[in-house]
């Protein structure tokens, strides 16, 4: 809140009196607050599979007779997958269930030191395709439909062009495919193109093993320094008197601060060959030494991205066009930042009944 040097007196002195107000109120509200309040990822769930840190969840069924095909949902791993049930009200998986989607989810867990080792073979040809085979054999079906989200998008691009026989229809949402973009700040920092300088991703690596989810998240806090170290904690001051409004600022803090760590051969070889090498639409990654080439990916696919994405620029994500070989391509965008095609309410409106209406079009 500015400091109303336009005002009069008396309304300086109304105006410092109702922020006083604001304050003690907000201060009250804040000691009434339990951990129960704040809790996240509240859809029903159970788990259905299990391997090392990686738990594969089906959320409950909302109506009697789901769509047949089911979604499993590849989200990232530098953030903790319930953003897509942050609350019942902001909850991507809650309205795809009220439209009949049978959802599963893959949470990656919070990797430990023993797990510096693991690698993209290990996430995408072991968990992924491990989880995708549980999903296959508890609907006894031969292929199923993938929602990958930011990375998970580009590890499900990854995933359906080595197993094309198992995945029936591919949706990418926010999903990095361009790592060359011009406008991306992040890119700028990782250091990609040609002659540019970016980190040392060995020399991390070697000396950490893991990569601390703080450093990382440090780093995303640092794109928008003003705006989400300084300028949110001021606008918190004008709903500290609103319950609803407080709290889903809280459930915000709390996903954004719980960063995993990022095993650390993993994280080598994304930073390497997707940021720096721009391997992806190449053609030249490898996972577990299969190529990857973008042109086997021919299933439909629905590639949803954000306008305002400070994260993935949308150059990144329509890019995709341009190097997959599916003849059935549907691009969807909305006038959203990263984090707004989770809990913006327009989008929660509109984004699921997209995603439902798609998917049962190609049944």
Known sequence: MPFPFHLSPEETLRELTELNRKVATGIDNLSRLREEDLQVGVTPKEEVYREDNVVLYRYTPMVERPFPIPVLIVYALVNRPYMVDLQEDRSLVRNLLRLGIDVYLIDWGYPSRGDCWLTLDDYINGYLNNCVDAVRGRNGLDRINLLGICQGGTFSLCYTALYQEKVKNLITMVAPVDFHVKDGLLNLWVGCGPGSQGMDVDLMVNALGNIPGEFMNFGFLLMKPFELGLRKYLDLIEILD??????????????????????????????????????????????????VDLREVRVPVLNVYAEQDHLVPPASSVALVRYIGSADYTVKAFPVGHIGMYVSGKVQQDLPPTIANWLKERA
């Open 242 to 291: 609103d319950d609803k409004k407080l709290l889903n600022f809280l459930r915000m803090e709390k996903w954004i601060f719980d960063s995993p760590d990022q095993a650390g051969e993993a994280y080598r070889q994304f930073m390497k060959d997707f940021y720096q090498g721009n391997k992806l639409i190449k053609g030249e990654v490898k996972i577990g030494g299969k190529p």
